[in-house]
């Protein structure tokens, strides 16, 4: 990660980190294909994976007859694994239309329909909705894209009914690094230098500090660290694109996209990187009931 944290370096003396809003277009826009086509392959290549990490995050929770809201729903695993749960009803947010698109077919396959499931785009840092008007507000891997995290939780906390619990899924040190670090070698670093990529990965410390400023007690964390193995080289460098939507390809000319992947790849496979790690920091708070 030395490379990323070294561009970022750079990004920030050069004044090109503080466009959040720009930041949030690059993600949504890449979550919707507009950079490369592989995030059509999201759930064939990804959902086995994300819902990995979506069933360790749900575990041990208490949703049966809840009212939530999953924020940053991607293709709808973390809502339709609740509704299996015993949720009463989920509404699936995300910023991609695209992403929302899926996790409504998802839900048709699974036999859900709009009395117990519902979908909204939105922005994770300005939620339309009410204040305490969720019995449980969970965001899964979505929380290290968005760029505001302190504003975000804060929406969280404003729209949970107190006594309501929060479930924080968070991207952790480790999170993607083999990927990210050949991604960072492997392109042409006109179009990328100076560039602040827009992924905020969290320690457990960082999580727990996040949530007592913005109003949660009894914060507890979990970290979940899984080596995924894949069959070769290309098909590591698949998921990841699939995964990530590689958005910062924003930064590269279109013409010129195809052949950084092309790069990309044969990196991959000069350093046979077939492993790519999941770190996962997952936090859980609740809202103080009024009366405490």
Excluded at 36 to 65: C, F, P, W
Excluded at 95 to 106: G, V
Excluded at 125 to 150: H, K, R, Y
Aim: aromatic share 10%; glycine share 8%.
């Amino acid at each position: 990660m030395l490379l990323v944290n070294a561009n970022n370096l750079i990004a920030f003396l050069n004044g090109n980190s503080g466009n959040k809003t720009a930041m949030k277009e690059r993600i949504k826009l890449g979550y919707e294909g507009a950079f490369s086509n592989h995030v059509t392959r999201y759930d064939s290549l990804a959902a086995e994976y994300q819902k990995k990490a979506a069933i360790a995050q749900l575990s041990g929770m208490d949703l049966k007859d809840k009212e939530i809201i999953d924020i940053g729903c991607g293709s709808g695993i973390i809502s339709l694994l609740a509704l299996e749960m015993g949720v009463r009803t989920a509404v699936c947010g995300d910023i991609s239309e695209y992403m929302l698109k899926l996790a409504e077919e998802n839900s048709r396959v699974a036999g859900y329909d709009s009395t117990r499931i519902s979908f909204c785009q939105l922005d994770a840092e300005s939620l339309p909705f009410e204040d305490n008007c969720f019995d449980a507000v969970i965001t899964g891997m979505s929380f290290g894209l968005f760029p505001d995290q302190e504003k975000a939780v804060r929406e969280m906390y404003r729209i949970l009914k107190p006594g309501g619990l929060v479930s924080l899924g968070a991207h952790g040190p480790e999170h993607y690094w083999e990927a990210i670090d050949t991604n960072i070698r492997a392109l042409d670093k006109r179009h990328v230098l100076g560039y602040r990529f827009e992924f905020w990965p969290r320690t457990e410390r960082q999580i727990v500090k996040l949530m007592k400023t913005n109003g949660f007690r009894d914060i507890q964390t979990n970290r979940f660290i899984w080596r995924n193995l894949f069959s070769t080289p290309s098909d590591a460098c698949d998921f990841f694109a699939a995964v990530s939507s590689n958005w910062w390809y924003a930064k590269i000319p279109e013409q010129k996209r195809d052949h950084e992947y092309d790069k990309v790849k044969q990196l991959f496979e000069r350093r046979g990187i077939r492993r790519v790690t999941d770190d996962v920091i997952i936090g859980y708070g609740e809202k103080p009931s009024s009366d405490s």
